[in-house]
């Protein structure tokens, strides 16, 4: 397939405002595909040369683009430059001054391999190096070829691809329906590598996907915990349990292959850089391979306290992580082990899993087994609740003590209870940023009006709205939120949303923040749970809590399912008091 063939799909995979057509174009696109050619297009229709998970930079700025555009089409950069300032788009902007057409364009496998040796030319002159490769490439591409190459590189591909579409697509593109997506799906869970899922399933059939098993170096999609509102209701719905404490601080999956050790987050980000400590634990381990689940959290030695979520993220801004980790050095509590020495322990009951974590760990003080009381009582499970919580942790996890690691699944193996300062049992809810309005009198001013909101129905894989938020941060904060997601900003709907309410402008879905609500309301203004004639859910009195972005994908917002589950279980609790 030609690049420029790749192109025109692109072209109409941004046309289109409806999911079903997303999919629908993405199908034909992969039957169109080789073997040899499907894997480069899936990291390529997503705006990347590989997997979410490997840090591949192509390493090409806005400047360096201009740079390299002048040079293809024998331009003085100021021109260039000042083309760019009308579109106010780089990818428009190459589009309209490449030819329309090109004769001997090169295939989609090719340019997905000049853009790695791109990424990969680095060291003195490096820089030279990459805007000459980059330039002849641009030299061989037709105009709309050379806009979506432009704009994978400066990644901002705004198809709204998700996981899931891809997933469906590939399933109607082998099958002519959705029936593999269960399989597909599994196979995603353990490896979270769409490319390798599309190629297996192209070279081998249905039947490759048992072959793609948990593996060191891809992280597994993150295991997730169901809420339940009380101590109660957990027992009873659980039995025996093993309770452990609640932090809160980074959710990191380890993984130790020999002498190399890699982190990820929960939304499946390399962290290496970010975790020297950790590293450095982790390999001395005594252990060849092994993947563990656990949350790491700043620890301040002098006040003998964890220090909270935001002040441990504060690490990411990449200056100074050595000075961060002599002075609040890290601790990983970790509370699972999904593989050992060349065994796939994911199927293995929790209390066996434990029982590794505890030996393998013993000895180490920056890696620690979170502790682990096992109970089927109320008073017990209670009691470890009000403790936790008294010690400023969050709150405790109950975990099936048979269940395996359900890599990717929200279920009630695990299970969160929390309390909130008013010492009402709720929980925050994580909702995905998806318009704005623009406001009126001094919030108008700084262009700070209300936010639409939505939370991710994952049956449909589309976003569905549930709130506009208009508190919770100072005018400084509002202006930083702002600020971040005017670059998301979009012309139309995209195809995911899914929404009654128009605001005045539209994004692209990214950004998470987390709310606190005083009630989930029925109302049929929000598409959340709305079906046929019953009415969605709407959030009462929302206030911004924090900006989740540093760990959660739009798809980790909370669920549909959970906000109708929430929703129930706030009405069970009214009706008893
Ligand atoms: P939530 O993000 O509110 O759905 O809660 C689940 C998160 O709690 C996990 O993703 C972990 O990051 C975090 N967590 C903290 N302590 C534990 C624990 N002991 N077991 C499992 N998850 C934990």
């Known amino acids: 397939m030609k690049f420029s063939e790749l192109a025109a799909y692109l072209d109409q995979l941004e046309a289109t405002n409806s ?58 950069k100021e021109d260039v430059t000042k083309a760019y300032r009308q579109s106010g788009d780089l990818g428009l902007t190459a589009q309209a001054l490449a030819p329309k057409t090109r004769r001997n364009v090169p295939s989609a496998v090719e340019v997905h391999r000049r853009l790695w040796e791109i990424a990969g030319t680095s060291g003195e002159g490096s820089l030279k190096g990459k805007i000459d490769l980059f330039a002849a490439l641009l030299k061989e591409l037709d105009a709309s070829s050379a806009k979506h190459l432009v704009r994978i590189t400066v990644g901002k591909m705004r198809l709204g691809i ?30 979270s590598d769409l490319g ?28 997730l915990a169901e809420r339940l509102p009380n101590p109660e209701a957990v027992i009873k719905k659980l039995g025996l349990v093993g309770v452990q404490p609640k ?46 689940d656990g949350e790491a959290i700043a620890y301040n030695p002098e006040l003998e306290e964890y220090v909270p979520f935001q002040e441990t993220t504060a690490r990411r801004r990449k200056e100074g992580i050595d000075e961060f980790a002599a002075r609040v050095p890290l601790r990983a ?44 009582s109320v008073e017990v499970l209670t009691r470890e609740l009000l403790d936790n919580i008294s010690r400023g942790l969050e709150g405790v996890v109950a975990k099936r003590l048979d269940s395996p690691y359900q890599a990717g699944a929200r279920n009630f193996n695990w299970v ?61 904060g509002w202006r930083a939120l702002h600020k971040k997601v005017n670059q998301l900003e979009v012309t139309e709907k995209p195809a995911r949303i899914r929404s009654i309410l128009v605001p005045d402008v539209w994004l692209q879905p990214d950004v998470v923040v987390e709310v606190l609500a005083d009630e989930i309301t029925p109302s049929p ?45 706030q009405h069970q609790r009214a009706v008893r008091e």
């Not at 480069?40 to 490997?54: D, H, K, N, S, V």
């Not at 390798?196 to 295991?223: C, E, F, H, Y």
């Not at 962290?271 to 400590?277: A, D, L, S, V, Y």
């Not at 970790?334 to 593989?339: G, L, P, R, S, T």
């Open 19 to 76: 999911r079903n057509e997303l999919v629908r174009i993405l199908s034909e696109l992969y039957r169109a595909c080789s073997t040899d050619e499907i894997e480069p297009t899936t990291y390529l229709i997503q705006g990347r040369l590989a997997p979410f998970f490997e840090p591949v930079e192509i390493g090409l700025g806005e400047r360096l683009l201009i740079t390299a555009m002048a040079t293809a089409y024998g331009m003085a």
């Open 162 to 191: 998700g996981d899931p579409t891809v997933l469906d697509a590939l399933s109607f593109a082998k099958q002519g329906d959705r029936s593999l997506r269960p399989v597909l799906e599994a196979a995603y869970n353990r490896t």
């Open 333 to 376: 509590f970790v509370f699972d082990i999904m593989f050992r020495n060349g065994s796939d322990l994911t199927p293995m009951p929790y209390e066996r899993r434990f029982a590794i974590v505890d030996e393998l760990l013993k000895g180490s003080d920056t890696l620690q087994a979170a502790p682990l009381t096992k109970t089927d």
């Open 416 to 476: 969160k209870l929390k309390r909130n300062t008013s010492g009402e049992l709720t929980d925050t809810i994580d909702v995905v940023l998806i318009g704005y309005y623009r406001g009126k009198g001094k919030r108008a001013e700084f262009g700070a009006g209300a936010l639409l909101a939505g939370v991710y129905d994952s049956d449909k894989d589309e976003f569905v709205t549930i709130s506009k938020l208009g508190t919770g941060l100072s005018d400084e």
């Open 525 to 569: 203004r929000h598409t959340a749970g709305m079906v046929g004639d019953r009415p969605g859910f709407a959030l009462r009195f929302p206030r911004i809590v924090s900006i989740r972005d540093a760990d959660k994908k739009p798809e980790d917002a909370t669920s549909v399912r959970e906000i109708r589950e929430m929703f129930k279980q």
């Open 247 to 292: 932090y809160d601080g980074f959710r990191v999956q380890i993984h130790k292959d020999g002498k190399a050790v890699s982190i990820f987050s929960r939304n499946l980000e390399t962290m290496t850089p970010m975790f020297p400590e950790l590293v450095a634990a982790t390999k001395d381990l005594a252990v060849k391979s092994v993947i563990l």
């Open 196 to 223: 390798l899922i599309a190629r297996t399933l192209w070279a081998r059939g249905v039947k490759g996907m048992d072959a793609l098993k948990v593996t060191v170096g891809k992280p597994l999609r993150s295991q």
